[in-house]
Each structure stands twice: as C-alpha cells, then as structure tokens.
C-alpha cells in the first residue's frame, strides 16, 4: 500500500481533521513509499524504532509520538537520534494522538473499556473523548482492583474503599486525572485513568469516589493494537505490536 493512501485511509477512519490536538496526526517522519510491513507501539522510543527495524518493517504506527505544542523544536538530543535511525533506515513514522484516544470503536478508551467489562453510556471532557458508563455487574472496588490487575497484568495505585460498590465508572486513558471533578460531577462511584496527581488524592477522599491509577502505558496499549489489526485485515499489511514496557 502506497504511504499516502495509507494516511489518507487512517485520516478518514479515525475522523483526524475533527480535533485539535497537541501534535501533528498523520505521518510525522516520511520514509519509503511503500508500505508492506506496519510495527506498532505505544510511544516511538529508541526500543521500539529499533525492535521494528530489526523485524523490517516499513512504518512506525505509535500513539506518541513527536514534535509536541509548546516542546523545544530543534532536532536535537535523542530527538535527533530518533529521527536520523528512522531517516537512515527509510522508516516512516504514523502518530495519532487524540483521534486514537476517541475513536469509539478502535481507540484506547473504547479498547480498554471493553477488556474491563465496562458497558458504555456516555462521554465527556475535552473533545468528549472521556466516557461514562457502568459496570456488566456490580463489584466492589477490591473486586475492580483485581479484575484491573489481571487484565493489564498491572496493579493499579486505588485511592478509595475496597468494600465501597462500584456500579457507575468513569474512564479516560493516558494522563487524564484533571477530568476526576467532572467525573465526580457526573455521579460516578469511580474514576479510572492512567497517573494521579496529589489533588486527586484529597478529592477522592473527600467526594468518596474511587480514584484508580492504572497506568499511562498500561492503559493506552489496545487502541494502537487495535489499528494495526485493522489495517493488516482491511489493507493488506503485515502488522505486529511491539509492547515496550513502561513502570509509568
């Protein structure tokens, strides 16, 4: 598949011009113009850029990827470093950040919510790209935790009661713990993302709703999987996930 019709492809699937977001969506670093081979991966770290060399592969598909708003723009450092292996070995790389997040069938937070069993009624934040809904049966959180533990093979950081029942959840991948006083707003019994910053601690006591830490990483490892199988089924490509596990 020609690269250019692969953006193109990807940009209507995920609905990119929809969003503003804090990077550029689409094809970052241009390489070959063909692409047979897709490596995909959370973030576009040296690991990754050289486990998907090693395995031939024609593009880079990540969730981060570079040149963020507000980010110093020379090409220096490791950024540089990046950049010159990917040019060096006629890589391209595809980022989609938000548009990844939001898409409601593919995207990290549709992904996740389906492994945990969460039935979907709703969304809210920025871009409406947090969703609402509630648990397939009621649990308490210590239950939760564990189903959580289990799936993303990860235990979470709880700020919360594990006898209290958790039927109403609320949950946004990645860093998204400014959104937990929405979330509380809206009448959840919890609230799962993946860091935690110190005032979550303090409003989750307060409101006693349930704040769950899983995991940057850990949470936003489905949507780029999920892609990739799409585009290996509907476009012809040859596709594997490389996890590069990350403690954060």
């Excluded at 708003?69 to 070995?89: F, P, S, V, W, Y």
């Excluded at 995207?107 to 969703?131: K, T």
Aim: with cysteine; hydrophobic share 40%; proline share 2%.
């Amino acid at each position: 598949m020609l690269l250019n019709d692969l953006r193109d492809y990807i940009a209507s699937l995920l609905d990119v011009s929809r969003f503003r977001d804090y990077c550029p969506n689409g094809v970052q670093v241009q390489g070959r113009a063909e692409v047979r081979r897709i490596a995909s991966g959370v973030t576009a770290s040296q690991r990754l850029l050289e486990a998907a060399t090693a395995w031939g592969a024609d593009a880079v598909l990540v969730h981060h990827g570079y040149f963020w708003r507000n980010e110093d723009a020379t090409i220096t450092g490791i950024k540089k470093q990046r950049i010159a292996h990917l040019l060096r070995h006629d890589i391209s790389l595809l980022a989609y950040h938000l548009p990844l997040d939001a898409h409601i069938e593919l995207g990290n937070n549709a992904q996740l919510g389906r492994r945990l069993g969460f039935v979907e009624r709703g969304h809210f934040g920025e871009q409406d790209i947090a969703c609402h809904g509630v648990l397939a049966q009621e649990q308490t959180l210590a239950q939760l935790t564990k189903n959580i533990t289990d799936t993303l093979q990860r235990a979470p950081q709880v700020i919360g009661q594990g006898d209290h029942t958790i039927r109403r959840i609320a949950w946004c991948t990645g860093a998204a713990q400014g959104y937990f006083e929405a979330a509380v707003a809206l009448g959840m019994d919890a609230f799962l993302t993946g860091e935690i910053s110190e005032q979550n601690v303090h409003v989750a006591h307060e409101t006693g709703v349930a704040f769950i830490a899983a995991g940057h990483h850990a949470t936003e490892r489905y949507g780029v999987q999920a892609l990739g199988e799409h585009l290996a089924a509907h476009c012809g490509l040859e596709h594997r996930f490389f996890d590069m596990d990350n403690p954060v």
